[in-house]
């Protein structure tokens, strides 16, 4: 069973929230509990080796105190985490973690100069990198490097050492996450361990998880889905984590169906790819529950995916970096519910509210941006950069939505994916959920393309399903009859893959330079 944790007025760093009371200082103690718990119990499979709780917890003490003895590293260091899915990495997370300081997650697939400049702005003193990336952060005048083929002589160097307590401030800061920068440089959300214990603790709750759970962990753990929604929340449960390093749909199905697992949690993309590569010896009738956030999936991706993991419940959730992952949860199988297209409804330890350009809360049926206000929302941006974003405690997400009259969300669109085209607004979610019901399209990105009479107007990019032939004429034809005139794309385009972040999020961004560099003149 899962351990129980009451609702009540808690407090962190002085401030007041309605959270789970929980009797760990940060989340090493979640970890620590586990290998008291379930000392033998397999925690970690990775590509090279498995460890136990007990052995996972001896690997973070003996690194923690190597960390502290030999680099200096304690409560203010700064540490860069450039790492693929590991055990390595999550000794290394909690060892950091541990001493009080703060984990800086470097994405593995930027490029030397975005590395560089995560890791100078966040003033990072020490870096832990596969080799093989090393020599990105080569210009970022980190003092110290460790690279994990050097982990094991570290771990062995810190079992001599005398051994260091763990933190006892939750309000410390645990986690610094780089948001994704489309116009700009990214940001730096400074998570604390009550952030990310509140975050974790409510999927558990809403999920009803324990430590029978097993998953595979096929999204980067860089990223807030698969750090906090993933691989901390199943430390804290005592469950099993498969930890895939890349993601390769074929691989991840094997992993499912060799280790039988339960839950799995990814973002739309994750499980397009899935069910396209299933093959005959993949058996996914163990998953229980499968979670998926990060945009929109559409009702036919589920219903597909769901076909081929017959005793699946799936829930849509929503939540951002900035949020420690959670926000809202859909509290049933979502194709046994008359709601469709919601994200679901405010975990117990949340508020969200829609308002209006100037702050106000708009009634139901109301499109507003979407605000989320509680235990496991940053309180800051890194050098402030982004605080006007945070409002009296309220985090403005930057999405549009909109509530039901039972506290069902939905979300329309990102505000800057919103199309406004001669004065109509164009949300570009329910526009791909059409092109998406077009027999054959296995996969839809809508976005917004300049124009010289109307300001903007749609763009689409359609990627087919497996052996399916899309006629455009006929999509064109479909969608006429489906949609507003206005909310037709005008230029559709059919390919086999769309440009996406390391954690599968298409790049709509991206496409919108590359159609503004063809049609935009026109």
Known sequence: MIQVFLLEEVTSGGVGYTGYRMPFANLYDMLAASARRFPDKTALIDAERE?????????????????????????????GLMMVNSIEFAAAF?????????????????????????????????????????????????????????????????????????????????????????TGRPKGAV????????????????????DTESTVLAVPAFHITGLNCVLTLFIFLGGLVVMSPFFDAVDVLDKMTQYKVTHFHAVATVFILLES??????????????????GFISRETVERFCRKAPNCAFHPVYGMTETSGAGTYFPV???????????????????????DPEGREVPPQVSGEICFKGPFIIRE???????????????????????????????????KDMINRG????????????????????????????????????????????????DLEGLRAFLRQHLAHYKVPVYIELRQEMPVTANEKVQKFQLRQEFNQRYAHR
């Open 51 to 79: 460890i136990a709780f007990s052995a996972l917890q001896e690997e973070v003490d003996a690194l923690s105190a190597y960390l502290a003895g030999a680099l200096g590293i304690g409560t203010g260091s700064r540490v």
């Open 94 to 182: 909690y060892a950091v973690v541990k001493l009080g300081a703060t984990v800086v997650s470097v994405n593995t697939k930027l490029s030397a100069d975005e590395v560089c400049y995560i890791l100078r702005d966040s003033q990072a003193g020490c870096l832990i990198t596969d080799r093989r990336w090393q020599e990105k952060a080569a210009g970022a005048g980190v003092e110290r490097v460790l690279v994990t083929e050097e982990l094991a002589a570290a771990m062995a160097a810190g079992r001599q050492m005398a051994p260091v307590p763990s933190a006892t401030d939750d309000s410390l800061p645990a986690e610094i996450m780089y948001t994704s920068g489309t």
């Open 191 to 210: 998570m604390t361990h009550f952030n990310l214990m509140q975050g974790l603790y409510a999927y558990a709750v809403d999920n009803r998880m324990d």
């Open 277 to 294: 590569a299933m093959l005959p010896r993949h058996d996914l009738s163990s998953l229980r529950t499968a979670l998926c956030g990060g």
């Open 333 to 355: 199988h979502c194709l046994a519910s008359p709601i469709e297209n919601s994200c679901g409804r405010a975990t117990a330890n949340c508020a969200i509210r829609v308002v």
């Open 381 to 415: 941006y890194l050098h402030g950069r982004g605080q006007e974003n945070i409002t009296d405690g309220w985090l403005h997400s930057g999405d549009i939505g909109c509530f039901d009259g039972e506290g069902y969300l939905y979300i329309k669109d990102r505000i």
């Open 423 to 470: 004065g109509e607004k164009v949300f570009s979610l329910p526009v791909e959920d059409a092109i998406m019901a077009y027999q054959g399209v296995k996969q839809a990105a809508v976005f917004a393309v300049d124009d010289p009479l109307y300001g903007e107007v749609p763009g689409a990019v359609v990627i087919p399903a497996a052996g399916a032939v899309v």
